[in-house]
């Protein structure tokens, strides 16, 4: 029997975020908003999903922060 499962982080672009001055690189920037959750799959469809999180995530440099 042949048997495809996976795990793994998962990221989806929900939108624009707020516009912010980054405390890493300094440069103000519209920023992007992420949510991220770890997924496990069996035969690429996904049964279970946890550790969800949204975030904010600076264009230039990639710092997140939580949001």
């Given at each position: 029997?042949?048997?495809?499962?996976?795990?793994?982080?998962?990221?989806?672009?929900?939108?624009?975020?707020?516009?912010?001055?980054?405390?890493?690189?300094?440069?103000?920037?519209?920023?992007?908003?992420?949510?991220?959750?770890?997924?496990?799959?069996?035969?690429f469809v996904p049964l279970a999903?946890?550790?969800r999180e949204q975030f904010e995530?600076?264009?230039?440099?990639?710092?997140?922060?939580?949001?």
């Open positions: 029997m042949f048997l495809l499962f996976g795990f793994g982080t998962k990221r989806r672009h929900i939108g624009m975020g707020a516009t912010r001055t980054c405390p890493r690189c300094h440069n103000t920037t519209q920023w992007a908003r992420t949510k991220q959750f770890k997924q496990f799959t069996v035969f999903r946890w550790k995530q600076c264009g230039i440099c990639g710092t997140a922060v939580q949001g």
